[in-house]
Structures are given as structure tokens and as C-alpha cells.
């Protein structure tokens, strides 16, 4: 029997506990950004396959969220990948129906609840997210495993979805007043400002509420109380239906995450994101910046 889930976040120390059990798949979906000459985000990323040989959570097996996770045909990055793309990337991981999942990485979870959304997207619940991901498990000088685990592949039905997802064009009769719907920005505080940012337009889109992501997840890359979580969305909580965006729908994740963590369940991720509400010069955007 495989470890049964009562919450989507899990601790080091029920991982530990149940570390080997049958049933149960641990992921490590670590993605890293490319930095400048300057030490500066470039807006790339590689996977973090080789971080993961050398030293992962024992049994863990690697996730490529760039290439099996990710449509590779679509224009934009990290787009969600088709029904049939995920149960293969899922089935190569040695997923299956009756499978518990556990999903880690070793930036601030955001990676990780990018593939936990996906897995919902899908219909599929049986996953949760290592809180405090590679960091605390090494902090807490627990156990660690390397080189490549071959998975067994195994066979995964999904069942979508399409709620937990909007296009653009939704988003464009919300701003427009033609749809009720509360406007959740992920984005670093900077960005959201206009101050900085990697896309052709800088801002964010109009009657967004800023909620970066250290704003649910901590200095120690913990999240946040439920109570602290409760009030970091307050903005939002009258609100039928929240949409969550950031630049490219990573870091929305951990806020999708996050306000599903304290009971919301009428949450849909944007998934162009930034990456394409930009890229148009017809649409609006605003800026704090001076």
C-alpha cells in the first residue's frame, strides 16, 4: 500500500519516515536559470539533471520540466504540455494511478508546484510537495543518494482539467470587467513595479495584487503559516475565482499552491503568463515604477 496523503505539503520528517515505502515515486524537478557574464538572470534556464547526480533524496528519479513536462512545439517556455505529453512524461517517471508522489527541488518549491499543478491539472491528487525541498533535507543532514535512478515506467491515465487553466483572452475580459475574476501577480515586487524585468513591456496586468512568492515561502524556503498565507491573500478573498500569472507560470504555481493550502479552490493559472500578455502591444500594463 502506498503512503497516504492528508495534506499537499509534506515534511522532511514524514518523507523519512516513509523513504522505500511501495507505491510511492520522490521527484526531483530542479530547474536552474543561466546567469549572465554579470552574474544577471538571462530569462534561460537548464535542468538541473547534473545537481541531481550528484546528491538527491535516496530513490529519487529526475523530472525534465523543460523538455517532457513542457509542450516543445508551443512559442512560449514552460508551456503545459498536451494530455498525452504528460501521461508519457508521467509513466516514464514510474507514475501511475496508484502511485503516491512526492515532488521536490532545490530552488524555492516553485518547480515543484509547478509539476504538483500540472498533476492536478490532470485530475491526478496523490501528490504532494516536500516542504523546504533539497534544502532543509540537506540542512537537516539527512541522507542523500548519487548518481541516475532508472525509473520503472509504469502506465498513467489522466483525466484534465481545463478549469485550473485561462488563456488570454479570459484574462482580457477580466480587465475589461466582462468576467469576475481576482488577478494575482507572482512576480517579483520589482517586476510587478515596472523597475526591472526581462520582457519587451514592463509591469503587470491592470487590478493586480502583488504576491511574490517569499511572500508564502520563507527565508528557509518553508512555507508560510496557513494563518500568514490567510493574510498575504486577504486582498483576494472575497473574490469567486482567482488568477494566479507571472512570467512564465512557475512561480504562479507556488502561489496556485499556496492559496490551495489554506482552502481555495476556485484557482486557475494563466499559463502564457507574461511571457505572452508582453509580447502584445495592445495590451494594457501598468507600472509603480517612476
Known amino acids: 500500500m502506498p503512503p497516504v496523503l492528508t ?3 509534506v515534511s522532511t520528517q514524514w518523507l523519512a519516515d516513509h523513504l522505500g515505502a511501495d507505491d510511492m515515486v520522490v521527484v526531483d524537478t530542479t530547474v536552474r536559470p543561466v546567469a549572465g557574464v554579470d552574474g544577471t538572470p538571462t ?8 545537481g541531481h547526480r550528484a546528491g538527491h533524496v535516496p530513490g529519487a528519479v529526475f523530472a525534465d520540466l523543460i523538455r517532457d513536462f513542457s509542450d516543445a512545439d508551443a512559442h512560449l517556455p514552460f508551456t503545459r504540455p498536451g494530455r498525452s505529453r504528460f501521461e508519457d512524461a508521467a509513466g516514464a517517471l514510474g507514475i501511475s494511478n496508484e502511485t503516491t508522489v512526492v515532488v521536490y527541488d532545490d530552488a524555492h518549491s516553485e518547480w515543484a508546484c509547478r509539476l504538483w499543478w500540472l498533476f492536478r491539472a490532470y ?23 548519487r548518481g541516475h535512478v532508472e525509473p520503472e515506467p509504469a ?25 469576475k475574476a481576482a488577478l494575482v501577480c507572482a512576480s517579483p ?35 508560510r503559516p496557513e494563518r500568514v498565507i490567510e493574510t498575504v491573500f486577504a486582498p483576494v478573498a472575497s473574490a469567486d475565482r482567482v488568477v494566479v500569472y507571472c512570467g512564465a507560470g512557475i512561480d504562479a ?8 493550502l489554506i482552502g481555495e479552490r476556485n484557482v486557475a493559472l494563466y499559463d502564457g503568463s507574461l511571457n505572452e500578455w508582453s509580447a502584445d502591444a495592445d495590451t494594457p500594463l501598468e507600472s509603480l515604477a517612476a
Not at 530569462?43 to 547534473?50: A, D, L, P, S
Not at 488570454?168 to 466582462?178: N, Q
Request: cysteine-free; hydrophobic content about 40%.
Open 7 to 9: 495534506s499537499p505539503l
Open 43 to 50: 530569462g534561460r534556464y537548464i535542468t538541473g539533471r547534473e
Open 123 to 145: 485530475g491526478y491528487d496523490d501528490v504532494a510537495v516536500l516542504d523546504g525541498g533539497a534544502s532543509v533535507w540537506r540542512d537537516e543532514r539527512r541522507p542523500v543518494e
Open 155 to 179: 502506465l498513467f491515465e489522466a483525466s484534465e482539467r481545463p478549469d485550473l487553466w485561462v488563456d488570454k483572452a479570459f484574462v482580457e475580459r477580466v480587465v475589461a470587467g466582462d468576467e
Open 189 to 223: 515586487a520589482a517586476e510587478f513595479a515596472g523597475a526591472e524585468g526581462r520582457r519587451p513591456r514592463l509591469g503587470h496586468i491592470p487590478t493586480s495584487v502583488s504576491v511574490p512568492v517569499d511572500r508564502v515561502v520563507d527565508a528557509d524556503r518553508q512555507f
Open 253 to 260: 504555481s507556488a502561489d496556485a499552491f499556496a492559496l490551495t
